[in-house]
């Protein structure tokens, strides 16, 4: 994979106009758009057509979470728009997650679209291990986000978001074909921001990460195509 391949920069951004200006400046540069929760409530299902008419893959990421019959309505709704990837929470549990699965295998048949890889959500890099009590987990983050894990890889999940603090234990957990992507990479010269789990992005790499997540340290960067540009040196370098 091409190290700028790995790079999913994240468009959170608050309307169409600016949404259309990064994939404009980054659009040669990157792999993959992430279109998320803010700019999607703004935007609506146009600046998905933004992203994939330009020739540019889109990570539509709402983390869909509900009952199973509303999840695998919202993934069908996704499919028809041509996103390549789309996120569920996986504390959702198996039947939601088998819901989902079954909702893209059927609309992409349907349509004669290739089917969209569904990626799993653990737990949020903004979470830490001291937060979770609060949310009504008793356990150590590990064996959550481990049997997490567990649970939609033996569901057959295409891939899983996880903490870049949590590779060491999620990639022998993760089958061949299904991809490991990382938010929270966080390049030595970049500020932190609001992760609490956090990594570079040549230790993301090298502890198994596939793709990663990367927004402000481009996007704030006085230099975003040079920002993208020391990334992916630093990714290249670890590749080899």
Aim: aromatic letters at 4%.
């Amino acid at each position: 994979m091409a190290a700028k391949d790995r790079i999913i920069f994240a468009l959170d951004v608050g309307d169409l106009a600016s949404a259309r200006k990064w994939v404009d400046t980054l659009g040669t540069s990157v792999g993959w758009f992430k279109v998320g929760l803010e700019l999607f409530c703004a935007a609506g299902p146009e600046v998905v057509e933004l992203v994939t008419s330009s020739g540019i893959r889109c990570f539509l990421d709402l983390k869909f979470h509900d009952i199973p019959n509303t999840v695998s309505g919202a993934v069908k709704s996704a499919v028809r728009l041509k996103a390549q990837m789309m996120t569920i929470h996986l504390s959702g549990g198996a039947r939601m997650i088998q819901a989902a699965l079954r909702g893209a295998d059927e609309e992409s048949a349907r349509l004669g679209l290739p089917k969209p890889r569904l990626i799993g959500v653990s737990v949020l890099t903004s979470l830490g291990e001291d937060d979770l009590p609060s949310v009504g987990v008793d356990k150590p983050l590990e064996d959550h986000v481990s049997g997490l894990v567990s649970l939609a890889c033996g569901q057959g999940i295409g891939g899983i978001v996880c903490s870049p603090a949590d590779l060491p234990f999620v990639r022998p957990l993760v089958p061949r074909g299904a991809v490991i992507i990382t938010p929270g990479i966080r390049p030595q010269w970049s500020e932190t921001g609001d992760q609490k789990r956090i990594a570079t992005p040549s230790s993301a790499i090298a502890a198994g990460a596939d793709l990663m997540v990367i927004g402000r340290p481009i996007s704030h960067a006085p230099d975003p195509l040079d920002a993208v540009k020391r990334i992916v040196e630093e990714i290249e370098a670890v590749q080899g």
